[in-house]
């Protein structure tokens, strides 16, 4: 099993950055990570981004191309998001989570475990 606890979320300017930080235990380096986020008043979480296990490949939403990059330090046991040219529509509840395989995956349905969430607020 993966416990994963997220830190970093705050508030931010419009144009800010921030860095979001997953931190996890287990058999951290074997599984594939993910970010998603869940605005105010929607139901579903949207994916962000993900990384495979030895990260050599990573994957962005259309959305966040450009201005989001997620990194990970197996050595460290965590996942990192950082998040440059912050807009309002980036408001939201960002959560990690853990795929039990190597590989990416971008629907919730996908991972296996999640941290409990960090919310971020970008004003205009």
């Known amino acids: 099993q993966v416990q994963l606890v997220e830190s970093g979320g705050g508030l931010v300017q419009a144009g800010g950055s921030l860095r979001l930080s997953c931190a996890g235990s287990?058999?951290?380096?074997?599984?594939?990570m993910g970010w998603f986020r869940q605005a105010p008043g929607k139901e579903e979480r949207e994916f962000v981004a993900?990384?495979?296990?030895?990260?050599?490949?990573?994957y962005y939403s259309d959305s966040v191309k450009g201005r989001f990059t997620i990194s990970r330090d197996n050595a460290k046991n965590t996942v990192y998001l950082q998040m440059n040219s912050l807009k309002p529509d980036d408001t939201a509840v960002y959560y990690c989570?853990?795929?039990?395989?190597?590989?990416?995956?971008?629907?919730?349905?996908?991972?296996?475990?999640w941290g409990q969430g960090t919310q971020v607020t970008v004003s205009s």
């Open positions: 993900a990384i495979t296990y030895n990260s050599d490949t990573t």
């Open positions: 287990g058999r951290f380096s074997a599984y594939a």
């Open positions: 989570a853990a795929r039990g395989r190597l590989l990416m995956g971008i629907r919730p349905q996908d991972y296996d475990y």
